[in-house]
Structures are given as C-alpha cells and as structure tokens.
C-alpha cells in the first residue's frame, strides 16, 4: 500500500518531495487526468498552457495569486511519455509524474524537486501540504474519494515542518563567540502582515524597548539597535545587566521562494553554557510566531516543551 504522506530527500544535492498514490483507475484514465490542461485545471494549483511533446513552452497562471507571488510564471516540458512519464520544469523546480500499472489501477509516484538550494528547502513543508491537497483533488476528479473541506492546514504544516526538521537551530562557532540561527518559511505571507504579528501595536523605535512580541523570558532584552520596517528589528542583549549580544529578526520576500525570516542571536564564548536554552527558547519562539502570523494566538508560554527542546540541543551540542 502506498504511503500518502510526503517523504523528504536529497537527490543530486536538491531537496526533493516525494509522493505515491494508489488509483483506483488504469494509467490512461490517469495520464489524462495529470497531462491534459483542461482536465488538470480541476487539481493543479495553476492553469497550464502548453504543448504536448518534449521542449514545449509552459505557462502557469495563478487567478487568485497573494501579493507576493507573480500571477504568471514560465516552464518548460522536459519528458512526455504517455501514459508513463509527464516531466516539467516551473520556475527553478522540475516536477515528474511517473505512472506504474498497479493490477486493475495505478500507482502514481510524483516527485517534487525544490529549487533554490537551502533557501528552497525552507518551504518544503509548504509544498507539501499543498501537493497533499491536490493529489487528494486529482483522486476526487477519477472519483476515487471526496475532496473534504480544508480544515486542518495550519497542523498539517507544522507536522511536516518538525518531521523535515525545518524548525530546527543551528549554532555558528566564530571568532569570540557563538551565533545561534534559524530561518523559517512564512507561506507567501505580506511583509506588512508579518511586520504587524510581530510588533502588534507598537512602533518600535532605536533606543526603545523592543517590542513584547519579539521578546521572550530566556533573553534580557536591552535597547532596540535597528528598525528598518517591515524587514528588520534588532535590539541587544543582556546577561547579568551586561550587554552580551544582538538579537535580529530579518523578514526577506522572494517571488520565487517565499517569505521567511531569519532570527540571530550572538553570544560571547564563556556564555556557551547557555546555548540550549536560548536555542529552545527561540524554537519554540518561532513556533508560536509561525502560529500566529495564521491568525492562532497561543498562551501561555510553553515552558515544558522548552525545557524538553533545551535536553535535546544539549545533545546534539555535545
């Protein structure tokens, strides 16, 4: 049986999703279904225009595209073998549909290669939630299950954001110190939208305290060093009443890759005992900051799961 959750691999150095689906349906059913324009228009997440046969331009249209994504994008077919092979590039990604006779139906493999390297990778889970929703769409378009309302998008990211390991911290050694670092993907998100999750009410000020929301109990916040809205924050740290450090959120938007942001701590070197709670404590930071730039504000601060974070970067840290 066919596992329907997204698998995550590196192929050729390139993140790359994968995916089977067992179709109740022979693989010329299914091969119009994911080769054919107009039927593809009632699963795909854009409309296809294009010629079938290898080399052929494509043009993919969103109708209802956010802000920060370009309503049309360009590709290219890369391999048509009917009923066995649909192969494309969109933009920087290359997307392949292999079809395999499967007794009376098919087993569809559908790979997703990521492009944009390590940036790419960030929106891995966005991706595949979205792939999960539409191959459940192509399934209800053979008629092999229903297409239920989407309820439980904000879980289903966060699932394959912890299984991919996309939440996770990493520790920088450099001269003096340490640098503690995460980025994380924001689904197309306006940067005025995240600016607002981030700073509430508040117009944050050089010299000011930095806004709450950007702060948590782990940290001596101390004085705001930069404010450039909607894209950076960075306020200094203290320890003991000394500054120690910078702490920076930085919001970046790419209309091929996304909007993420990037969070930075330094450290000096005899504060490293410190570096898996800090860790932790901005893990689940940014969890509860992905959370609500969805609209899910959650209280209170989740002190046992920072602890059980801090156990696991205490390992991994050696």
């Known amino acids: ?11 050729d150095g390139a ?8 179709l109740a349906h022979p693989p010329a059913k299914v091969w119009r279904a994911i080769s054919d324009p107009a039927e593809m228009a009632a699963w795909f997440p854009a409309a296809v225009t294009t010629e079938p046969r290898p080399g052929a331009a494509m043009r993919f249209t969103f109708a209802d595209a956010p802000e920060t994504v370009e309503s049309t994008s360009r590709g290219e077919v890369l391999e048509f073998d009917p009923p066995k092979v649909y192969m494309f590039r969109w933009n920087e990604d290359v997307l392949r549909f292999e079809l395999v006779p499967d007794g009376d139906g098919t087993l569809l493999v559908f790979t997703h ?11 891995a889970a966005r991706s595949a939630v979205g792939w999960d929703r539409c191959l459940t769409a192509l399934a209800g378009l053979l008629g092999d299950s229903p297409t239920e309302p989407d309820t439980t998008w904000l879980a289903d990211i966060e699932r394959y954001i912890e299984e991919f390991g996309l939440d996770t911290g990493d520790c ?14 924001l689904v197309w998100q306006p940067m005025d939208s995240v600016w607002t999750s981030l700073v509430g009410d508040e117009t944050p000020s050089v010299g000011a305290r930095p806004p709450v929301r950007s702060t948590n109990q782990h940290v001596e916040a101390g004085a705001l060093v930069d404010v450039e809205p909607p894209r950076t924050l960075a306020y200094e740290w203290r320890h003991d009443g000394a500054v120690a450090g910078t702490v920076r959120w930085a919001f970046e938007a790419d209309p ?11 450290l000096p070197e005899e504060l490293a005992r410190l570096r898996p709670e800090l860790l932790a404590a901005w893990h689940v930071q940014l969890e509860l900051f992905f959370a609500a730039t969805r609209g899910d504000i959650r209280c209170p601060w989740p002190a046992d799961r920072v602890a059980a974070l801090a156990e696991r970067y205490a390992v991994a840290l050696g």
Not at 113 to 123: A, E, N, S, Y
Not at 172 to 185: I, K, P, S, T
Request: net charge positive; glycine share 14%; charged share 30%.
């Open 172 to 185: 920088e050694e450099v001269a003096g110190g340490y640098v503690l670092r995460f980025a994380r993907d």
């Open 256 to 266: 091929d890759l996304g909007v993420r942001v990037e969070l930075t701590q330094t």
């Open 113 to 123: 290669v990521l492009g944009g390297g390590p940036l790419g990778r960030l929106g």
């Open 15 to 22: 993140p790359t999703l994968r995916f089977e689906r067992r």
């Open 1 to 11: 049986m066919s596992d329907p959750r997204a698998q995550l691999r590196t192929i």
